[in-house]
């Protein structure tokens, strides 16, 4: 069975063992020992320690485990020699390295297994000989094997507590660009509601009465719609210069910008008659509205305009000649809206719808935590009619997404 393969040595650990090397034999070639008379008294037997702690050096950093069983094996030998101050030396950092650079669990058992078998070597000592010399080898034991481990151990926990530091800080400029990134697609939605609910209704009404120009040959009937034309274009005009001064950054605090509210719902309403007309379509408005004393939230008015707005613009385009009604009530706890248009095949000038304004309807509700429904219901005679529902609360809530 072969031999495991050892990791290649990092090049920085070559070095420190080479010079620990260097070291060791620069002492040797002086003749100067830790001690004399032992075992192996012969100056040779030195190196054979030095050269092995040296080579464990290498693989510090790549395998600290075997670089600390090994060197573990060769400060013991080193014993039994006249002993090498380098070797003893390189030894304190590879017990440093097995803390720094091993598994988490060995980081954790080192220092208090050194730390034990540094008390144990003194008691034992201390029976043996009884006297101070015990103490004193010790502590030498102690900073060579314990301090080591114990020193290692802080290194890594200040390093693992940055790395966790610089997770952290990853995250959470990873959540900061999330809810950036959130933040501009709602805004962009929001925007794109603004922009169709303010436009679509007078781009809706230049199309129909452009297209009864464009088919009917009458210069008066001609001459009427280009004036309803004009009105809606220059009313268009208007909103979108409303909508762009308010995107546009100002170096002046121009205050809260014109909130539409509930209050201009007849001038609404006014306007959708007279673009209607042409198409046999009338409007009516009737608020039940019951007086509680408490106005509405801003948040609220400016829904409830927009869906009862939307709701005419998508009876000016679909809807058959007959009666459109916005029916308005309200109590302690919500505001109902319902707009009900004639539904059928429309003969005749017929606006393109893309379906945006339902979404948009659907979102604004969602946004404020009510219900909302549209579609087709039979109506109390049996003809079919198309409703628009919406219920919002009273008070604002706002729903998260």
Same mark, same amino acid.
């Given at each position: ?7 290649? *040595?990092? @090049?920085?650990? /070559? ?8 070291? %060791? ?23 054979? =320690? ?5 080579? !464990?050096? $290498?693989?510090?950093?790549?395998? *600290? ?13 080193? +014993? ?7 070797? /003893?030396?390189?030894?304190?950092? /590879? ?19 050194? #730390? ?17 010399? $015990? ?16 020193? #290692? ?36 939605? @929001? ?6 609910? !303010? ?24 001459? +009427? ?30 205050? =809260? ?18 673009? #209607? ?11 039940? @509205?019951?007086?509680?004393?408490? +106005? ?12 009862? +707005? ?33 539904? %059928?095949?429309?003969?005749? =000038? ?9 979404? %948009? ?16 219901? =039979?109506?109390?005679? %049996?003809?079919?009619?198309?409703? /628009? ?13």
């Amino acid at each position: 069975m072969p031999l495991p393969r050892l990791p290649r *040595p990092h @090049r920085d650990d /070559v070095f420190i063992g080479a010079c620990g090397l260097a070291c %060791g034999l620069l002492l040797w070639s002086f003749g100067l020992y830790n001690k004399v008379d032992n075992v192996f008294p012969q100056s040779w037997a030195t190196l054979i =320690p030095l050269v092995v702690m040296a080579a !464990m050096e $290498a693989l510090r950093r790549t395998a *600290p485990r075997t670089a600390l069983t090994v060197g573990t094996l060769a400060i013991v030998g080193d +014993q039994f020699t006249n002993g090498n101050l380098v070797t /003893v030396l390189m030894f304190t950092d /590879v017990v440093y390295a097995a803390v720094v650079y091993g598994t988490p669990t060995s980081a954790k058992r080192i220092p208090y297994t050194t #730390g034990l078998i540094t008390v144990a070597l003194t008691i034992v000592l201390l029976v043996w000989w009884q006297n101070a010399i $015990a103490l004193l080898v010790g502590v030498v034991s102690g900073m060579v094997s314990f301090l080591p481990a114990v020193t #290692g151990a802080i290194v890594r926990n200040h390093r693992e507590a940055a790395d966790s530091a610089r997770l952290r800080a990853e995250q959470t400029a990873l959540l900061a660009e999330m809810d950036r990134a959130q933040a501009v697609v709602a805004e962009r939605a @929001r925007m794109a509601r603004e922009l169709h609910d !303010m436009v679509a209704n007078h781009l809706s009404a230049i199309a129909i009465h452009s297209t009864a120009a464009l088919s009917i040959d009458d210069a008066g009937t001609t001459r +009427q719609a280009l004036g309803v034309i004009r009105e809606n274009s220059v009313a268009g005009l208007a909103e979108m210069r409303r909508l762009i001064g308010l995107l546009r950054d100002s170096a002046e605090d121009t205050g =809260p910008a014109a909130v539409p509210r509930l209050s201009g719902l007849d001038a609404l309403v006014a306007q959708a008659r007279t673009n #209607g007309a042409p198409s046999g379509l009338a409007f009516r408005l009737d608020d039940t @509205r019951e007086e509680t004393g408490e +106005q509405l939230p801003a948040p609220v008015e400016l829904a409830a305009y927009r869906i009862v +707005q939307e709701s005419l613009t998508n009876a000016l385009k679909h809807a058959v000649a007959g009666t459109v009604t916005v029916t308005l009530a309200r109590d302690a706890r919500a505001l109902t809206i319902r707009v009900t248009s004639p539904f %059928g095949d429309r003969p005749g =000038p017929r606006a393109p719808g893309s379906g945006a304004g339902l979404v %948009g309807m659907r979102e604004r509700v969602a946004l404020l935590g009510g219900e909302f429904e549209a579609g087709p219901v =039979p109506d109390a005679d %049996g003809t079919k009619i198309w409703r /628009v529902r919406a219920e919002l609360p009273a008070e604002e809530r706002t729903v998260e997404t």
